[in-house]
């Protein structure tokens, strides 16, 4: 063992008692807040930055996937509910492209940061949520194995205690449930996780002479390597937010020296991610330069976090799979669906695995099962942390499906404390139930919501 110190054991000062409280205020987080705290329930969403959004912000993510499905050919916006109120307050805003297509099969909805950033906290405000910034999970203090008494988070005013009768885990990295004793799993079968990325924004593009740039960039970076050029992956994403002088750019990759996947769960190795990653944002932007109508352009933004795509997947009842995502598999215990297809971001390269289409209805269920951690009685976990293989969450981590679980487990939480019982033993129909009278699809006997 390295090198270790004792901590005395002190007093902790009790920040409140609340019947839900969330860890990660990404859209998992904020469905299942919005979900717990429209039930009456008193709810706290605990957020180590000033503001939600998860990846979608911190990591200036600007755009939504896995929101539609490609259903026999026919685009639909499959995941409804709460994602639908957050939508409508960011296109309020101003803030909400029309959904474009992707390889020519999957549309997907690009959005303002900021807007994306007031509107959650008016959707919280609205079904008032209590909200916990600046605060960041830092272990838990067990009632017994298998219940969790607090929460601890460190503050500017030191640490803190939180308790709640069921606690929610969508930090993504499955936080919560790891120090809880729930197992795990990380990466592929040898570790391997889905590789970071730096995204960045530019500003000052030519909007008439950039034209569909996103088309001609894949060959102009062929025509650059050839000429010397050294890109850390292909498949580079670079597209117009909804002022079209300002483009988003998912270019980079971030690997280790020994070549895998920088691993979101190293401090150190996050520290290493987020230098090489503003430095191979520079080099894409100076590539991106020389694109026409991109001349004048500026990095207008580099988020305030390296883009972490995956690190633990908590096991639960069940573990969604990739079969799963290519054979749209139907649950019984569905509780929302999820319609992006596998996106492996691969040393180098970022494969795309799909259902049949237009073959297929295009998207497969959520069980209720994947939500549930083995092992812990008072806990749910939602989001890319979600009980998943490492080929099933390349898919359902999106935002899309991460609503769509966060608005379960929200809803989950309410039925739990109301019938006394912990989370596994809920009745799922009354959860479907709930859901459906809530606006979500779910799947199951639902008809597919109608256009986009
Ligand atoms: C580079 C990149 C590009 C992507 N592109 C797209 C895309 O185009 N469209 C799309 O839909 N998805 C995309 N994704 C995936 C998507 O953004 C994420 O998978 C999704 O945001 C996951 O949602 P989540 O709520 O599970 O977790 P996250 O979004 O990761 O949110 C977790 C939240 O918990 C907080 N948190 C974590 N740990 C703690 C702690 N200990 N204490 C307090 N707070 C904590 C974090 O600050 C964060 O706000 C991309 C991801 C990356 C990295």
Redesign the pocket.
């Known amino acids: 063992m390295s090198a270790s110190i004792t901590e005395p054991a002190r007093q902790i000062p009790l920040y409140g008692e609340y019947e839900v409280a969330v860890?990660?205020?990404?859209?998992?987080?904020i469905a299942a807040a919005v979900a717990a705290a429209r039930t009456g329930r008193r709810t706290l969403l605990?957020?180590?930055?000033g503001f939600l959004?998860?990846?979608?912000t911190?990591?200036g993510?600007t755009?939504?996937?896995?929101l539609h499905a490609n259903v026999y050919g026919e685009a639909h916006r499959v995941v409804q509910g709460v994602a639908s109120d957050l939508l409508d307050r960011i296109d309020r805003l101003g803030g909400l492209n029309a959904p474009h297509l992707i390889l020519g099969k999957i549309f997907?909805q690009a959005y303002d940061t900021a807007a994306y950033k007031i509107a959650a906290d008016d959707l919280l405000a609205a079904h008032k949520v209590d909200i916990l910034f600046h605060?960041?999970?830092a272990g838990v203090i067990m009632q017994d194995e298998r219940h969790i008494d607090a929460l601890m988070v460190e503050t500017k005013a030191g640490r803190q205690a939180v308790r709640a009768g069921i606690f929610i885990d969508?930090?993504?990295?499955g936080?919560l449930a790891a120090w809880a004793g729930a197992p795990y799993e990380v990466g592929d079968a040898a570790g391997g996780m889905l590789f970071?990325?730096m995204?960045f924004r530019l500003n000052g593009i030519d909007p008439a002479k950039a034209g569909d740039a996103w088309r001609t960039i894949p060959e102009l970076m062929e025509k650059a390597a050839a000429a010397g050029t050294r890109f850390p992956r292909k498949g580079a994403i670079v597209r117009p937010q909804k002022s079209g002088i300002e483009w988003r750019v998912?270019f980079t990759q971030l690997a280790r020296e020994d070549g895998s996947a920088v691993n979101g769960l190293e401090p150190d190795q996050m520290t290493r991610g987020e230098i090489e990653g503003r430095r191979q944002a520079q080099q894409a932007f100076e590539f991106l330069r020389t694109v026409p109508g991109f001349e004048k352009s500026y990095i207008v933004d580099l988020p305030p976090q390296l883009?972490?795509?995956e690190t633990r997947r908590v096991v639960g009842g069940y573990m969604m799979s990739g079969d799963d995502v290519l054979g749209c598999a139907s649950f019984e215990d569905s509780i929302g669906v999820n319609g992006w297809p596998m996106e492996q971001h691969v040393a180098g390269d970022v494969v795309f695995k799909f259902p049949p289409i237009p073959q297929s209805r295009g998207f497969n269920e959520l069980p209720y099962r994947m939500l549930v951690p083995e092992g812990v009685d008072n806990l749910l976990m939602?989001?890319?942390?979600a009980s998943m293989t490492h080929e099933g969450q390349s898919a359902a981590?999106?935002?899309?499906a991460?609503f769509a679980m966060?608005e379960a487990v929200g809803a989950a939480a309410d039925l739990a404390l109301s019938g006394n019982t912990i989370p596994r033993d809920i009745a799922v129909e009354k959860l479907q139930q709930t859901l459906k009278q809530q606006g979500a699809f779910i799947g199951r006997d639902q008809r597919v919501p109608d256009g986009m």
Not at 53 to 56: A, L, P, R
């Open positions: 860890l990660g205020g990404g859209p998992a987080g605990i957020e180590r930055y959004g998860g990846m979608g911190a990591a993510v755009n939504f996937c896995g997907a605060a960041l999970g969508c930090s993504g990295d936080d970071p990325s995204m998912n883009g972490i795509r939602a989001g890319r942390c981590r999106v935002s899309g991460c966060g």
